[in-house]
């Protein structure tokens, strides 16, 4: 079974930007990739960015396209999400996930969601914006 492990999370203002990384210890073999999702206290997590491992191709949640990137470094086994001009409302918990079930992207977005339960979790990073 694939391990997922995240770090970078932390405090900063409004405006600022941070880099999570997710390192894992293999990769995965679902063609949808592996990405990033978020929670708040009380809230369903959601989704917010993903990259295939082999074509490196990614997909967005439309709240955060033009702001946060997703990358991966198939030497490193790592994927990372860099987040720029962040809101308090980007403010959570944010968990890496990977062998993602099958999906529809249209413009590079995600589109009504995964057909299928995401299976496989990191044990997550806090991320808290200041405004």
């Known amino acids: 079974q694939v391990q997922l492990v995240e770090s970078g999370g932390g405090l900063v203002q409004a405006g600022d930007s941070l880099r999570l990384s997710c390192a894992t210890s293999?990769?995965?073999?679902?063609?949808?990739?592996m990405g990033w999702f978020r929670q708040t206290p009380g809230k369903e997590r959601e989704f917010v960015a993903a990259i295939t491992w082999s074509g490196g191709f990614t997909y967005l949640a439309d709240s955060v396209k033009g702001r946060f990137t997703i990358s991966r470094d198939i030497a490193k086994n790592t994927v990372y999400l860099q987040m720029n001009s962040l809101k308090p409302e980007d403010t959570a918990g944010y968990y890496c996930?990977?062998?993602?079930?099958?999906?529809?992207?249209?413009?590079?977005?995600?589109?009504?969601?995964?057909?299928?339960?995401?299976?496989?979790w990191g044990q997550g990073t806090q991320v808290t914006v200041s405004s």
């Open positions: 293999g990769r995965t073999f679902s063609p949808y990739g």
């Open positions: 996930a990977t062998d993602l079930p099958a999906c529809t992207v249209v413009a590079g977005v995600l589109v009504g969601g995964f057909r299928g339960p995401v299976s496989s």
